[in-house]
């Protein structure tokens, strides 16, 4: 487990602050840039600017808590950067399991004949 952390180059988990413009309101954030670099990957994934994701992300918390505003909003992002990336490779793979249930299922209905197609289950 701890190569995990080795390999890792230290610029990754150096903070970084930067400001933004949140609603005209100018907010600094400070975050590690390894969250820089997967909230500029969820932004050009989106096409938009890594300010214009930021926004979205910040009125989402605010809905959820219409009453005041995010308590830690640097938080709110590392959390949003961790579930983007547990979805994107929960996506992937199941994107990488289908193609073998396919291709099972075209073996079978190859081998029975076109008139004989059947669930692969």
């Given at each position: 487990?701890?190569?995990?952390?080795?390999?890792?180059?230290?610029?990754?988990?150096?903070?970084?602050?930067?400001?933004?413009?949140?609603?005209?309101?100018?907010?600094?954030?400070?975050?590690?840039?390894?969250?820089?670099?997967?909230?500029?990957?969820?932004?050009?994934?989106?096409?938009?600017?890594?300010?214009?994701?930021?926004?979205?992300?910040?009125?989402?918390?605010?809905?959820?808590?219409?009453?005041?505003?995010?308590?830690?909003?640097?938080?709110?992002?590392?959390?949003?950067?961790?579930?983007?990336?547990?979805?994107?490779?929960?996506?992937?793979?199941?994107?990488q399991q289908r193609p073998q249930s396919?291709?099972?299922?075209?073996?079978?209905?190859?081998?029975?004949?076109?008139?004989?197609?059947?669930?692969?289950?």
């Amino acid at each position: 487990m701890c190569k995990i952390y080795l390999a890792t180059d230290p610029i990754q988990y150096e903070p970084r602050s930067r400001t933004l413009r949140i609603h005209g309101v100018a907010t600094t954030i400070r975050l590690e840039n390894e969250f820089w670099q997967v909230l500029q990957k969820i932004a050009e994934s989106q096409s938009k600017t890594t300010n214009q994701i930021i926004t979205e992300f910040y009125d989402e918390a605010v809905c959820a808590t219409p009453d005041e505003a995010p308590r830690n909003f640097a938080s709110v992002l590392r959390v949003t950067c961790c579930r983007y990336l547990e979805l994107r490779g929960n996506q992937a793979s199941q994107v990488q399991q289908r193609p073998q249930s396919q291709a099972v299922t075209l073996e079978l209905v190859g081998a029975r004949g076109a008139g004989a197609i059947r669930s692969a289950d």
